[in-house]
């Protein structure tokens, strides 16, 4: 049974191709169309799919849309019309997108697929987060948490989900419901921080390690406590109208201006930051501390009402690797799993699982490396190096390379001849074979570089990926190394993926100080074993005495992460990264004639 | 064509790019989203491209244009003092991956007619800055109308011919449709406005009630909420 997973039409665009059950393709959109967080119809991915799975659009069973089109009509109907006659605007755009557009799904589908629209079917956003991670989870049973913005009108859902008869089953326990959302509490403050909602939520979180929580109080009268639910207090924050200017005036009379300028906190130098970038770090951290608190106890509840000791979690909060670090922490927590991309974004992932398993077809793979192939590049000897001097990043002080030079070398010597690089001090592109999907690079689309030299991670952040100093750098480490450097560590998905902020050994924080954040935590990836990753901590730990390098995404700044080598060797061209890694073939700048 | 093009950018120049406004910044956000498009359309061409001597050349050319994007991203950031917001609108398919030759012709029309209508502003007097950045680009845009003439040289001039016709009628046909698009969207706006205000109120009470009882007990009700099997035709 071959069934494609769509998601489109809100951000991070995706399909998935599910093959008698296992995935055998599946992509982000902003891959291909390098347009970030792209929330266009997944054209190109589903091309990719259905090419990697060697099929035409004709051999498509099913093809399972990640949301309910109608029912999420009703709400934005419902939220236009709720402010009358305030948001005649508002009422205009949306209705003209959704009347033009949106409502028609599945016709849409099926005429840019040219199949039967009978095949075509539209699931709930809820169902579709708690299968994504349900059913790539691998257990038996489990209480499952899915925290959002919003999907049709769920915006976080507890509940517990089974087998039965080699099928499974979601059992809701509890949903809130649009405005009620913490995931919108949570972007609303991202915007008021100064950062885009939707895209730098991350941004928000890195930001709180900066400040004190000493507005939590005042925060909560935003967000309200209500037993373990919360209600979001509409006098502060009105959705309705925009979910992009949701502050009202008494929100901006408590709180202030949204921020506008740039922060001078810096995770990698001592930086004086002025009173009012406190301000806004300390709301930061408020906020962050009430978002913990509240997925604490919608985790415990869920634990609590399906009396399970299992937890899967979904849905963009599971995002915040600080928080699920504290989740994890639940006592009455034995097992817990993050699907790799917990967001809309893994959602294709999710329908096409659900509906797979639904039919009794479901072979739970947790492959993370789903996405495209890259392959070496032939042309390297032919680029005129010097012309490319004047399409460099501006800004950089480096000199400019006079020739690019590339070789090929075997297994072993690549890996001995990268770690030697990284050892000597250089920045180096690595990608290799298939790219990963979900918005961390692990090892297979990364920038990589020593873990205690700070003057590396301010070079990377400004010559490099043109990114906040603010922002903490994580760190990739082989099993040994991470028994050395993590307070804690475990042979989970968790450790593997990213997913959690770990504490860092007081003693070894300066042999891993660019990939620490100033409050002394990282979000590891532990190497999967004889992974090539793996292979060159390997390599690495000879010459160092410590198998880890601080690994971030191989992007720029408002780009997604490069997928082809060409789009490599175009930030490896533009920026001062000095040496570019792709499959077996090496890459490096010469200076010299 | 030529006439009406020259009009229009008469016109837009006097109204909405002689100074910082909302008309200039949008102008800016579509020059941008066009730049960037022309890279990503390159950067497609480059991978299907075998040979390597215009894989290179193709290479410089697709950084080139993500320059001139960049160059309006800069030239945003000056005049408003924020960060322009990209389009993202979806990616159109020029060619087919077996035809890659045919994405060189497109380009070599978007080039001509991009340095055209630049210059064009660049004539009609528009804002300062905008004038700068233009200027810089147009040259760059003329290497490239070159450029993609090589790269057309080598196949059958009959066939490159009517290509080229046939994108310039597409385009042509295309500014129509968006005319059309726009005229129906004035139409649609108009009705929508007509609903909300005409019956709007009526409903407004209704859907403010759906706010105040937005949480379900789904188990204390014993409700669940389940899941419609998919009617699956095979
Ligand atoms: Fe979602
Ligand atoms: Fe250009
Ligand atoms: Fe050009």
Redesign the pocket.
Known sequence: MKVLGLSFDYHDSSAALVVDGSVVAASLEERFSRLKHDANFPKQSIEFCLAKAKIDKDAIDVVAFYENPSKKFGRVLAAALASWPNSAKEFESSMSQWLGKKLWTKTRIASRLGIDPKKVITLDHHTVHAAQAFLSSGFQESAFLVVDAVGEWATTSIGRAYWKDNKPEFQFIRQSEYPNSLGLFYSAFTIFLGFEAMNSECSTMALAAFGKPQYVQKIKKVLLADGNDYKLNQNYLNFHRSLQLPFTKEFTEEFGSPFNGKYSFSSFEKKEASEEEQYYADIAASVQVIFEEAVINLAKEALKKSESKNLVYAGGGALNCVANEKIRKISELEKFYIPNEPGDGGSAVGAALLVSARSGLCSGTRDVYTGDEVEPLTFIDQIETKELKKFRKKGLTSDSPLSYSSKTLSDKDLYVEVAKACFEGKVVGWVQDKAEIGPRALGNRSILFRADRRDLALKVSKAIKDRALFRPYALVMNQNAANQILEESDSCELFEWMQLAIPVKEKMINEVSSGVHIDRTTRPQIAKQKSKIDKLLQEYEKMSGLGCLVNTSFNESGLPIVNSAEEALMQFARTDLDVLVVGNQVIVKEFRC | MQFLERLKVNLMTRFAWKKPGPRLAETLVKFEAT?ED?SWHLLQGLKQEKDCQKKAKLFQQVLE?FR?AEEFQFLYKEIFAKKLKSLKEERQELFRKTEVWKLYAFCRIGEES?AKRFAHIIEADCEPRMKRVLKR?VA??EGHIEEADVLLDVLPIHEVTAELRRIRLKRFKESWMRMGRHLTGIIGKSLLLGFYFGIGWAFSKTANARFISNRKNLKKEGRELVYESPRIVF
């Open positions: 730049e022309s244009e001139h991009a680009i760059d845009e």
